[in-house]
């Protein structure tokens, strides 16, 4: 709880972070498609004049037609201003066109760098973070940019220009009714100060609350399973409704400042059009035939222009929010941008290409934080096309043995060589393709089962993917299902069993066809009947190629070439099984511990005889 705290605190600080580095960033996505943002910036410009204009229409139509009664004319002067509304709503169709093209450019382009970036970075990495808070950054916050795109800086520059435009005007018509008029402006001036403090704070709290539901729920439901089995749902619905009261008093907070603030805009500007009536009226009630002091077109003119300008002051108000959510989206975009990537390609490899399979751990040393060792002086070998299998207790350093191999974490001291270069020293991608993994939980895409054994690999034909499935004898339930190979997938391979993930994994192996193979646990969760399916995919899978082997279930290592027993990530013993049986030491104790009938009857037909491995599963 106290990580989830500090995230929050440091989401709430970032917010609070301004500065001009970030919009020049932000240029440098917006250079390959400045052309079609002039081109929208140009028809925000000419919506907006022709917006000014509108008022002239009516000053027109009262002071040169409706008051002196005259006709001739006054159809050309409504054509003028319908053509100028035609002109307005095709500008407007393509301006709404190129702004939202130019967000949606963008945000591909950063979503794909962001996502680019997310691919490369170390394991570690996703140990540090939690997978709710990098969803965030390529959804939310992406759409927080294109928010400011397309609602934020064309129509900001917009009402700018419109405001400025039409106070302009205004000064050219009637300099004094202008500063008349203008009179609201301090009152206005500091409801927006109020208003943009009092959001400011609701919206950090609202995105405060809203980043503990995220985390909330992606918890829960992830552990969905285990809060049905011990009947805890009353307690997760209480604690979720907890967190969600709070964030709907947060958004309550917030909406009180907005139905404050609009309605005050709404009656500044009345007060506004108040005092342009009682001024501009009283003028033109002095106007005398000889002398014309302010004509009644001029005033009703005034009148709408004063509307129109208290219009795009709102508006800006209201985009305060969208500004605000794009500045904080930016800086926790641009961090996750900046945040380096550890394990990396030297600049000049020494080694790429297939490898032939030689592992050495010299003198190895890892810590996954600080000198909390996982693994202490860790040294062996393994010869290409050899067998080894790792045991232990849990904790002892098994599966950091081959997350480390395959350069998931770099170690501290000590060397990793793979036919006699060092890890560090190989081409990264070369390094990582000699290696098929079959993991205890077997990870399967939404798509195909057929997809699911290329894992995008276009050299990977159909031919290659069926041959791979019958080796390790998974053709059989692929054959059962409905569409066979073309099968869907569901999200995790929900829907099938245990078992036939497991075969799943192995027929991707083989199809890819590795120099070195790792199995993690890969049997630990399989039922008897079916583990002696997958211990003959195993046998197919490892043929002539370097193995590792991970298991709990010392029934499935009985035949490696050697086992290393793991003991507080430190090598107690080595050998094949036969010989570490006869040593009586951890290696029998877990035997033991496993197999105590066998063990008896081990025992007394003599410590040096033959274990049948059937018998023993």
Avoid: C
Avoid at 419 to 438: M, S, Y
Avoid at 476 to 492: C, D, H
């Amino acid at each position: 709880m106290s990580t989830a705290v500090k995230q929050f605190h440091e989401e709430e600080a970032i917010g609070k972070t301004y500065d001009f580095q970030v919009a020049r960033r932000l240029l440098r996505y917006l250079n390959p498609y400045l052309r079609l943002l002039f081109l929208a910036l140009a028809l925000t410009l000419a919506l907006n004049l022709l917006g000014v204009l509108q008022p002239k229409f009516t000053q027109y139509a009262i002071d040169w037609y409706i008051l002196p009664r005259q006709t001739d004319g006054l159809m050309l002067l409504v054509g003028l201003f319908l053509g100028s509304q035609v002109l307005r709503l095709i500008f407007s169709y393509f301006q709404a066109i190129m702004v939202n093209s130019v967000g949606q450019y963008v945000m591909f382009d950063i979503r794909k760098e962001l996502y680019d970036k997310l691919q490369h970075q170390e394991v570690a990495y996703y140990d540090r973070n939690p997978v709710g808070r990098i969803m965030t950054r390529l959804t939310t916050d992406v759409d927080a940019l294109n928010q400011l795109f397309t609602e934020g800086v064309t129509d900001l520059l917009g009402d700018l220009v419109m405001i400025v435009a039409i106070i302009s005007v205004m000064l050219w018509m009637d300099v004094r009714l202008t500063l008349v008029s203008l009179l609201t402006v301090p009152l206005l001036f500091a409801a927006t100060t109020w208003f943009r403090k009092g959001a400011r704070k609701g919206y950090d709290l609202v995105r405060t609350r809203i980043a503990r539901i995220n985390a909330f729920l992606q918890e829960h439901f992830a552990g969905a399973q285990t809060v049905q089995i011990f009947n805890a749902e009353a307690k997760s619905l209480r604690t979720f409704d907890k967190i969600n009261d709070e964030y709907r008093r947060a958004n309550i907070d917030t909406i009180f400042y907005y139905a404050v603030f609009f309605p005050l805009v709404d009656l500044i500007g009345a007060i506004g059009v108040a005092l342009i009536i009682w001024y501009g009226g009283y003028r033109v009630m002095q106007n005398t035939p000889e002398h014309t002091v302010l004509t009644l077109g001029a005033l009703v003119a005034f009148i709408q222009y004063s509307q129109s300008l208290f219009q795009p002051i709102r508006d800006i108000s209201d985009k305060y929010n969208v500004l605000q959510a794009a500045v904080v989206a930016s800086h926790r975009i641009f961090k996750t941008l900046d945040q380096p990537v550890a394990i990396t390609t030297p600049e000049k490899p020494l080694k790429t290409g297939r490898a032939r399979g030689r592992i050495e751990f010299q003198n190895v040393w890892f810590a996954y934080k600080d000198e909390d060792w996982v693994l202490k002086d860790v040294s062996f070998t393994v010869e290409p096309g050899q067998s080894i299998a790792l045991v232990g207790h849990t904790g002892s350093g098994k599966t950091t043995i081959t997350n480390l191999l395959m350069r998931f974490y770099d170690i501290q001291r000590g060397r990793i060589l793979l036919d006699g270069v060092d890890l560090r020293d190989w081409e990264l991608n070369a390094l990582r393709k000699n290696f098929a993994v079959v993991l205890q939980e077997v990870f399967l895409f939404s798509g195909t089962i057929e997809g699911n054994i290329r894992l995008g690999r276009e050299d990977i034909t159909e031919e290659r993917v069926r041959w791979a499935a019958q080796e390790v004898h998974a053709d059989g339930f692929i054959r059962r299902l409905k569409e066979s190979y073309k099968a869907e997938v569901r999200e995790r391979g929900a829907g099938l069993s245990v078992g036939q993930k497991q075969l799943i994994s192995f027929a991707r192996a083989l199809a890819f066809d590795p120099a070195l193979l790792i199995l993690d646990e890969a049997t630990s969760s399989i039922d008897t009947e079916t583990e002696q399916l997958i211990q003959r995919a195993i046998e197919r899978v490892m043929r002539d190629r370097t193995s590792i082997v991970v298991a709990h279930r010392l029934s499935t290592i009985q035949n490696a070439d050697r086992i290393i027993v793991l003991h507080h990530g430190e090598i107690r013993e080595q050998g094949t099984h036969q010989e570490l049986l006869a040593e009586r030491g951890l290696y029998w104790k877990l035997y033991k511990l496993q197999y105590a009938d066998s063990s008896r009857s081990y025992e007394a037909t003599n410590i040096t005889s033959t274990i049948n491995p059937e018998a023993v599963m």
